[in-house]
């Protein structure tokens, strides 16, 4: 166990001034971010992603998906454009565009060959790119050791708790087991460890939501008392956590950092919108939280 204390999120004005962005500048300089998508029938939660990636300021946001899928995607999208992506090899070609700064996988991609693929193109490469793996793509790697050593500084992994037990069950023992004698291993204390042994940033998911890199800071974003939103816990509010973060690292943030800032802005749309909150609600509101938080366009 660590002795370095986590620290507590707070949204203010630190956060604010990191949101900023600078004037004078197009929409590339702002990044691009990738969001693979499933196929036809399960697109849903790769919108949700790239609707979040794109509301919270990256410059543009582009949606890949097989060819099957591609008309239902643009029935649902306008700002955010599509790429017909099969495969490992056709994200590669994909790739060759260097103006794509960030990738999420994971939301309802799949766990069958093209998925496998998919997930080991994106870690791969002589450049890798900031990386956010979600959902299907973390039981991919799960399953899969080789890929699982893939895993870079510029990964984020983001699971719920069934999701790390499967990616660190002898973690997720010592984390569950009673505490006879102290001191007590905390979930600070296991997503340290996890992040430690992927090599990458974890944010593990839940009220008490905590993220670790692997040089062992950790902070944890309390969604409890004043800040509790029970309503988050909503099919596709993981999706567009996912796509918060994407949008962040296309930005230029660091992981940490950007695990941090979509934590905190995800709680903060809840908060705002109430009870009855679906998934497609969080995004919308994060017009009005920016500017609760007095996020300006710098001249």
């Known amino acids: 166990m660590s002795g370095r204390r986590a620290r507590v999120l707070r949204a203010g004005p630190a956060l604010a001034e990191s949101l900023r962005k600078q004037g004078g500048r197009h929409k590339y300089s ?3 971010a990738l969001i693979l998508s499933g196929p036809a029938t399960r697109t849903g939660a790769a919108r949700l992603a790239a609707r979040g990636a794109l509301r919270i300021g990256a410059g543009v946001v582009s949606l890949g998906c097989p060819q099957e899928a591609v008309a239902e995607c643009a029935a649902q999208l306008t700002a955010i454009m599509l790429a017909p992506i099969e495969d490992g090899p056709a994200l590669m070609a994909t790739l060759q565009d260097r103006r794509i700064n960030a990738l999420c996988l994971g939301p309802a991609l799949g766990v069958d060959d093209r998925g496998r693929g998919l997930v080991e193109e ?7 790119r900031p990386v956010v793996l979600d959902a299907d793509a973390l039981t991919i790697l799960a399953e899969a050791p080789a890929l699982f050593a893939m895993l870079h500084k510029n990964v984020v992994l983001t699971p719920h708790a069934g999701e790390f037990k499967r ?4 973690i997720m023992a010592k984390l569950e087991s009673s505490a006879l004698t102290g001191p007590v291993y905390s979930k600070v204390d296991a997503t340290r460890e ?3 042994r992927a090599g990458c940033t974890v944010l593990f998911k839940g009220a008490d939501t905590v993220i670790a890199d692997a040089a062992g800071r950790a902070a944890i974003n309390s969604a409890h008392y004043a800040r509790a939103v029970p309503w988050l816990a909503t099919a596709g509010s993981g999706d567009v956590l996912a796509g918060f973060i994407t949008g962040l690292l296309a930005r230029g ?3 940490m950092q950007a695990c941090e800032a979509a934590a905190l802005l995800h709680v903060e749309c809840a908060l705002h919108f109430g009870p009855g909150l679906i998934a497609e609600d969080i995004p919308e509101q994060l017009p009005v939280v920016f500017c609760a938080l007095k996020v300006h366009t710098l001249d």
């Open 30 to 32: 702002h990044g691009h």
């Open 122 to 128: 994106a870690l791969g490469g002589v450049e890798p």
């Open 167 to 170: 990616l660190f069950p002898d």
């Open 194 to 196: 996890a992040a430690k």
């Open 253 to 255: 943030f660091a992981p």
